[in-house]
């Protein structure tokens, strides 16, 4: 970071820095006016016809950004993503970078955004971190449509037959509100509808984000949409979107959020933002419209997966690449000195002293996520995001370490020099995907069983001893069987901050197993959810909501965000 007497804030540098019209941006790129669907000067949807006109290219190389547990040290994991595109930019690499949109609750609550930082942003940061082009209102307002038609289904006569007591679909609100997590509906008498328990999701947690990000097309997303199950009958049959026959509407309303958002970064790389799933109670990764359609647009793609490489890029591997057929080049793994010493045992308020003894304690997380990234058979690179704090004793401690495990690793500073602060970074990466021989390959196969999946995830990725399966999930697994649902993947919803499933146990821990107590089928996203731990799929606010310090003055400028 800068090492002046006043640390500018993200929205300062945000603020300062002059965009070009979108409209030159995709010029660079390729697209003309008529590609594009403007939303505003600086933002713009792509087409679908354009869309349909870009299978014809030849695919760039994928870079995947993932990262160790994270701490609330912070990694900059979406910072290192989009400086390491600005780098390979500037190192004369046709690149763009592919994220995920914020979602309003962490936003809100204590994250904050998901632009980036410093001098390593995405811009229009403002609009992106709040309201942008209304992807995630719209999947809200899908998301609650389909909980309205249910239940009017009940209320005119249920010709389906659904057991009320086994309706699976919640409602869904953009915001951390643990007082909606289970409620009561239907209320006051006959006409007010059939009462019974509900609640809600996170619109990141709802099947329908994930259908739009998996989906490939505006055909397979209706596709999607109409194979999610939202109930079960009084026979304990699955009931589908199909049977209600209520795909058709819920595509209209996700006709325009289908289509991926075209920004740029502070440097003018041109970025495609599009989905925001959750990579702990969900896949994690941005839709696979928008990643697919910067391959085709240019010769490197920089992405990114949520949290560490035990969720995020797990999930981007099984799942995502695997259901759009990329296959992935290299993969960058983001740590900081600051958060390698918290999986050492140090307490957030020491950070910014010297202990390099807890360096290397904490070093043993960040060699469990290269061990992960190299069982798909994929290169990757340790980026060293610095920060003021980082002595040269801890810096060369972990510069060594990386060196005697064979990691490469490259210290980078693109918060407070964009794209030159990434050039090492860009080069080892280059390097990497260069000398890359072996074939990126999942870490289990779809013929496996549901059981297999899950043991294979707790001990290739997580480490675990084995799996205990509550009475609940054991008697799915055997429903699931019943219904042809164990040829699908597996998406863990787990503890961002541990391997384990308890986030108290940091660094690697050792000798623990891993607790599934429900199974959730998403078959529209083409996944099972396995729910480990007392995660949960409904966050709720701190003490100290990072929504209490915004506000927005006279002239309309927001302040107060980051």
Known sequence: METGTKIKSDLEIARESAMKPILDVAAGIG?????LEMYGKYKAKISFETLKKLEFNKDGKVILVTAISPTPAGEGKSTVTVGLADALNKAGKKTMVALREPSLGPTMGIKGGATGGGYAQVLPMEDINLHFTGD???????????????????????????????????????????????????????????????????TVASEIMAVLCLASDLQDLKKRLARMVIAYDVNRNPVTVKDLGAQG?????????????????????????????????????????????????????????????????????????????????????????RALKMHGGVLKNNLSQENVDALKKGFANLKKHTETIAAFGLPFVIAINSFIHDTERETETLLTLCKDNDIPAAITNVWGKGGEGGQ??????????????????PIYDLSDSLEEKILAIAAKVYGAEGVEFLPKARKQLDEFEKHGWSLLPVCMAKTQYSLSDDPLKLGRPEGFTITVRELKPSIGAGFIVALTGDVMTMPGLPKQPAALKMDIDEKGNATGLF
């Open 31 to 35: 697209l003309s006016p008529d590609d």
């Open 136 to 202: 995630l209102h719209a999947i809200t307002a899908a998301n609650n449509a389909l909980a309205a038609l249910i239940d009017n289904h009940l209320q005119q006569g249920n010709e389906l037959k659904i057991d009320q007591r086994r309706i699976v679909w919640k409602r869904a609100l953009d915001m951390n509100d643990r007082a909606l997590r289970k409620v009561v509906i239907g209320l006051g008498g006959p006409v007010q509808g059939i009462p019974r328990e509900d609640g809600f999701d996170i």
């Open 249 to 337: 509407a819920l595509a209209l309303l996700l006709r325009d959020a289908a289509k991926p958002n075209l920004v740029q970064t502070i440097e003018h790389t041109p970025a495609l933002i599009h989905g925001g799933p959750f990579a702990n109670i969900a896949h994690g990764c941005n839709s696979v419209i928008a990643t697919k359609a910067a391959c085709k647009l240019a010769d490197y793609v920089v992405t990114e997966a949520g949290f560490g490489a035990d969720l995020g890029a797990e999930k981007f591997l099984d799942i995502k690449a695997r259901t759009a057929g990329i296959d992935p080049s290299a993969v960058v793994i983001v740590a900081t000195i």
């Open 424 to 441: 090492e970074l860009a080069q080892l990466v280059l390097k990497a995907i260069e000398t890359k021989n072996e074939k990126y390959t």
